[in-house]
């Protein structure tokens, strides 16, 4: 069979609230999440022989961990035989522990191919739960679709209306990250128990454009400020984006580092991507679309 190619685009939490923490120690979230424009390729080949290759510019900072691709493989081989595995190339573009769900994005990349390549075998797996079992946010980066994820990501709602496309630009300051990045901002945050008898919040719905963006300054990302105890740069990023005329709103997606600006149109992302590369060389910086 001829080899398989898989977009695997970067996820973007455009709010993030955590509504407390569970009894098996999972933290209960709501987030409208969102995907862009931007992400890593992963072409499959079935059939030959298991290998994960990778490439791109941030190859390099993967550091051969492929944690993620490797358990899809390991999962369906325990529980799917009858799916053709293969040799894995993955071009990884978007920055590593970036808060943008590379790794979960990969992953799903992968399960998608593998689907495709095996259609009648696939028939017979569930793949939601292969999904989750790899990793709490590779159910929402399967779908790769603008959604409200509840729970501890694994609960999804098409949006009422959907989401109208927004223009944006992603920046990241590729400083150093601690391994533990995201235990480090959850233990910072210290959420306490979810409140008993508490339900998930209803998907929200926006009449508009101005609704949409009320919303998510209003609602924000309870991360941003315990992110920004672990890496201090996340609040040169924030206030650099909340400088640049145009910038409508700008926040941070998930753990972090990246942040987001919420611009007008892709000419006024491109000309802030331009601003910000002008004045920081060393940060990674793309305009893309969200939805």
Not at 154 to 163: K, Q, R, S
Not at 191 to 208: C, E, I, M, N
Not at 252 to 280: K, M, N, Y
Request: proline share 8%.
């Amino acid at each position: 069979m001829s080899s398989i190619r898989e977009f695997a685009p970067a996820k973007v939490n455009l709010t993030l609230r955590v509504e407390g923490r569970q009894a098996d120690g999972y933290h209960r979230l709501a987030s409208l999440t969102t995907f862009a424009s931007i992400g890593d390729t992963l072409t499959f080949e079935p059939g030959l022989p298991r290998e994960i290759v990778v490439s791109g510019p941030f190859a390099s900072a993967l550091s051969a961990n492929t944690t993620t691709l490797d358990a899809v493989f390991d999962l369906l081989a325990a529980h799917a035989p009858g799916v053709a595995l293969g040799r894995v190339h993955l071009e990884k573009t978007l920055p590593v522990a970036a808060g943008l769900g590379g790794g979960s994005a990969d992953a799903a990349a992968l399960i998608r191919a593998i689907r495709r390549a095996s259609p009648e075998a696939a028939a017979a797996v569930y793949w939601p739960a292969i999904a989750a079992r790899v990793g709490a946010d590779v159910p929402v980066c399967l779908g790769s679709r603008p959604v409200w994820m509840t729970g501890v990501g694994h609960d999804l709602a098409d949006l009422p209306g959907g989401l109208a496309p927004l223009s944006a630009v992603l920046v990241n300051p590729l400083a150093p990250v601690p391994g533990d990045k995201t235990a480090r901002v959850f233990r910072a945050l210290g959420a306490g128990p979810v409140p008993p008898g508490s339900l998930p919040q209803a998907a929200p719905a926006f009449a508009d454009r101005a609704a949409l963006l009320d919303f998510m300054r209003a609602t924000g990302n309870d991360l941003e400020a315990p992110a920004a105890g672990v890496v201090p740069e996340i609040r040169q990023v924030l206030s650099a984006l909340t400088d640049q005329a145009g910038v409508r709103y700008a926040a941070l997606s998930g753990a972090g580092p990246t942040c987001f600006g919420i611009v007008g149109d892709a000419a006024e992302a491109h000309r802030v991507r331009q601003s910000l590369a002008a004045a920081h060389p060393d940060w990674w910086i793309a305009a893309v679309t969200f939805g």
